[in-house]
């Protein structure tokens, strides 16, 4: 019991701290606790779904969200995710991974460089949200993963979205990509509800304390701490 309230403390926290959904690190963890791989993909993405509905209010209530982008890249993602799925079958995973690893050094290097979009400045290139939608919905689909780790990082570098609205919108638009995977997981029998009911508080109250962190730390903190983050996951896809 003890240990699902930790681990939905630590995923919220990190949900709302940085935008992502945090499935790379749920499901190894329901794995090592002696849950299926199967029971623990479709019970990650729920519980992806309560995290990031958490900090997404919280972003929602501090004006840190672009409701529109959440749209546009929806829209692209979710027939991108579904593509991603069958090509899934058609690649080696190793390759895949391989790739995967490298973009995210790259965006990691990208959130490094000087930037000049200032967390006032709420002006979006448009053009490079579908963009955005094709890559993370073809990743997710390809590997399974939320999209989060993606979305922050090219929100920023592409449509020069400062950090704090990278965030934000990000987890709003993880809510709904993780509900639509969730739903069909639990019509597959994928999904313990009574897990996520033990997790549920955690991730509540992570996922509040992290988005409040999150508006309170300077946007250059933020970004070395995500660009960080990329280069720990980049090594685990690639080794």
């Given at each position: 019991m003890l240990e699902f309230v930790i681990l939905g403390l630590g995923i919220g926290f990190l949900a709302g701290l940085l935008g992502?959904?945090?499935g790379f690190l749920i499901v190894p963890a329901l794995v090592i606790l002696g849950k299926p791989i199967h029971l623990a993909i479709g019970t990650s993405l729920a519980c992806i779904t309560v995290s990031s509905f958490s900090s997404a209010?919280?972003?929602?209530?501090r004006d840190s969200v672009l409701p529109k982008v959440v749209l546009l890249k929806e829209v692209f993602s979710v027939p991108s995710a579904i593509i991603g799925s069958y090509a899934s079958s058609l690649l080696p995973e190793k390759v895949l991974r391989i790739a995967f690893g490298i973009l995210l050094l790259y965006l990691s290097y990208t959130l490094l460089k000087k930037s000049e979009n200032s967390e006032e400045n709420?002006?979006?290139?448009?053009?490079?949200?579908?963009?955005?939608g094709i890559v993370s919905g073809t990743m997710s689909g390809l590997l399974g993963i939320s999209g989060g780790v993606l979305n922050v990082p090219l929100f920023h570098s592409l449509a020069g979205i400062p950090m704090r609205y990278?965030?934000?919108?990000?987890?709003?638009?993880?809510?709904?990509?993780?509900?639509?995977?969730?739903?069909?997981?639990?019509?597959?029998?994928?999904?313990?509800?009574?897990?996520?009911?033990?997790?549920?508080?955690?991730?509540?109250?992570?996922?509040?304390?992290?988005?409040?962190?999150a508006h309170r730390a300077h946007p250059e903190t933020l970004k070395k701490v995500f660009a960080g983050f990329l280069v720990v996951v980049a090594?685990?896809?690639i080794l």
């Open positions: 992502i959904g945090g209010v919280t972003h929602l209530r709420r002006s979006v290139n448009y053009r490079a949200i579908p963009i955005i990278a965030i934000g919108t990000s987890s709003l638009a993880l809510f709904f990509t993780a509900l639509a995977g969730s739903i069909e997981h639990y019509r597959l029998g994928h999904v313990d509800p009574r897990m996520i009911l033990t997790l549920a508080p955690g991730l509540i109250v992570g996922g509040y304390l992290g988005a409040t962190t090594l685990r896809m």
